[in-house]
Nanobody, 122 residues
């Protein structure tokens, strides 16, 4: 079993910052890539940012320059630094990881976290 636990969400005023964390635990040999997605009320889940095992990143256009994704490979932890937050950034933010496991068949698997709510409002 592999589990992702997000933290760091909350209420912030427009223009403020938050840092989300995602800790992976369980039967993990390696994490290939980690990503952050978000889902606003009434909308589909969308990619926010993604980082692969080599450290290469990609961002949704609306997040470029405001959000920064990073990871600590040794700690199996990913981060999303969010600056200059806007009301339209309000959503549940989900962490996703592609990983290989220690026990069981070889192959790349995926797992989602439970989400953390970010509310941007004055």
């Amino acid at each position: 079993q592999v589990q992702l636990v997000e933290s760091g969400g909350g209420l912030v005023q427009p223009g403020g910052s938050l840092r989300l964390s995602c800790v992976a635990s369980g039967d993990i040999r390696s994490i290939n890539a980690m990503g952050w997605y978000r889902q606003a009320p009434g909308k589909e889940r969308e990619l926010v940012a993604r980082i692969n095992s080599g450290g290469s990143t990609n961002y949704a256009d609306s997040m470029k320059g405001r959000f920064t994704i990073s990871r600590d490979v040794a700690k199996n932890t990913g981060y999303l630094q969010m600056n200059s937050l806007k009301p339209e950034d309000t959503a549940v933010y989900y962490c996703h990881a592609d990983y290989t496991r220690i026990h069981g068949p070889i192959g790349l698997l995926g797992v989602w976290g439970q989400g953390t709510l970010v509310t941007v409002s004055s």
